[in-house]
């Protein structure tokens, strides 16, 4: 059963950088698509970016596509999520999931619909926090 864990977050000044990990641990770390979350409480949870097994295919909300790189080291079972230019809006507590594959990003406006078109993904992680502030 394969675990993950994020780590790498904290609190940065608008404009700084960050660089999330999402490290796993178990089995069967290289079979899976790993996909990057936010939340926060107002805007609900968001996609934000997923890559593919062998890391030759990623896909990025339109929200975050030209501040975010997300990549990964199987060797290392980790995938990294590159935050450049922060803004105070990227604050959230962000998670990273598992899945077989990455689907089309897009924003589900209604928190209820969420699982709808994410319900594949699993083994969640508990989440870092990041907080964009000066």
């Known amino acids: 059963q394969l675990q993950l864990e994020e780590s790498g977050g904290g609190m940065v000044q608008p404009g700084g950088s960050l660089r999330l990990s999402c490290t796993g641990s178990?089995?069967?770390?290289?079979?899976?698509?790993i996909g990057w979350f936010r939340q926060d409480p107002e805007k609900g949870r968001e996609a934000i970016a997923c890559i593919s097994r062998n890391g030759g295919r990623t896909n990025y909300a339109d929200s975050v596509k030209a501040r975010f790189t997300i990549s990964r080291d199987n060797s290392k079972r980790t995938v990294y999520l590159q935050i450049n230019n922060l803004k105070p809006e990227d604050t959230a507590a962000y998670y990273c999931?598992?899945?077989?594959?990455?689907?089309?990003?897009?924003?589900?406006?209604?928190?209820?619909?969420?699982?709808?078109?994410?319900?594949?993904?699993?083994?969640w992680g508990q989440g870092i926090q990041v907080t964009v502030s000066s």
């Open positions: 999931a598992k899945d077989l594959s990455c689907p089309t990003l897009k924003r589900i406006e209604h928190p209820g619909d969420f699982h709808l078109y994410y319900g594949t993904f699993g083994s």
């Open positions: 178990g089995d069967g770390f290289s079979s899976y698509a």
